[in-house]
């Protein structure tokens, strides 16, 4: 893992999300698909911690090597501040951080699932299959039209393509577990990978562990330190020896797992209270006193 104070080379919106390209040859470098960088904010409180985004692209080679490309949909402060930078910017960044996706050696259908930004990570990872001389298939999803993801780009990658968007304004009505039974059937699937929301990928687990196809995952879980020293993000994976389960990180030992022996019923069950309500009667102390 570096620290790199990398220069913003491009800031380019695309539909609702936004790409920053950074000058960042030491992540580039070291890159994989499914790894994250973390960005520093802003000195102060409401920043503390750093704001972790998956790689979309590394270049190590032609005229953008050295280059790591990230995208993210504002929504709260961090990302709100992050769409306002501009090239030239410098931006103070960590990475690559945790473990990325596993190619299959033998096995050669592979079909690639991401909702929302989940397809920046597999974008990258569909360059990379096809490099290893693997075949391609994707479902995109997302919530309407503009928040697909660089859908030209997902067609450009892909043998074939299903782009689902909640609100049918682009390709079909519905979600990516809706097509996902046809899609393996039509393009005999041998390997899944998905990037989205816990919730989908729990039932994509649920459905490859049926079908007994090999999957990973990439997990999005909310990270303290991102280096694996608050334990703030752990996952429970079963033991493959059967003798019980331990707690992995998502930032160090993820964010890609095997699904199918991710504990899905208890992780989701232990989700934290991120704001407790306190008991009725007491004050909510936001500051220390004096
Ligand atoms: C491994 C990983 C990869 C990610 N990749 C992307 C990506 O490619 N594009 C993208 O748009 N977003 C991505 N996210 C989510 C992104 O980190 C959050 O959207 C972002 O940190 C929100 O910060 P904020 O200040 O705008 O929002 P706030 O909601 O105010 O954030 C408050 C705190 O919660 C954390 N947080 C909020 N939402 C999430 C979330 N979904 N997952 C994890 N932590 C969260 C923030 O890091 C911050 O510490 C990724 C998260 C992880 C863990």
């Known amino acids: 893992m570096k620290r790199v104070r990398a220069e913003v080379l491009s800031a380019r919106r695309l539909g609702e999300y936004h790409s920053l390209t950074i000058v960042a040859p030491e992540i580039a470098e070291r890159a994989r698909p499914g790894q994250f960088i973390g960005v520093r904010m802003p000195a102060g409180r409401e920043f503390l ?12 080679r032609g005229g953008w090597a050295g280059t790591v490309e990230f995208c993210f949909e504002p929504h709260g402060p961090g990302t709100q501040l992050l769409g ?6 410098f931006l103070d960044v ?9 190619y299959p050696k033998k096995l050669t259908n592979c079909l690639l699932i991401a909702e929302g930004h989940g397809a920046a990570s597999i974008y990258f990872l569909a360059q990379e299959l096809i490099a290893r001389g693997k075949r391609v298939d994707m479902i995109i999803g997302a919530a309407s039209f503009a928040s697909v993801f660089k859908p030209i780009e997902g067609k450009r990658l892909s043998q074939t393509i299903t782009i689902v968007t909640a609100d049918g304004s682009l390709g079909e009505r519905g979600s990516v577990l809706e097509a996902l039974p046809a899609m393996v059937e039509k393009t005999g699937t041998e390997v899944v990978y998905a990037a989205a929301p816990t919730r989908s990928l729990e039932r994509i687990a649920a459905f490859c562990r049926e079908r007994r196809l090999p999957a990973q995952v ?7 330190c991102g280096l694996g020293l608050c334990f703030s993000c752990v996952v429970p994976v079963a033991r493959k020896d059967g003798t019980g389960y331990d707690n992995l990180r998502a930032c160090v030992d993820g964010p890609v797992f095997n699904p ?14 991120m704001l407790p309500t306190p008991p009725e009667g007491l004050p909510v102390v936001r500051e220390w006193p004096g």
């Open 84 to 89: 306002q930078a501009k090239a030239h910017e």
């Open 94 to 102: 960590i990475g690559p951080l945790g473990k990325g996706f596993a």
């Open 49 to 60: 911690l750093r704001r972790n985004f998956a790689i979309h692209q590394a270049s190590r």
């Open 260 to 273: 199918a022996r991710v504990l899905w019923d208890r992780w989701l069950a232990e989700e934290p209270q």
């Open 218 to 224: 990439a997990v999005e879980e909310r990270f303290g």
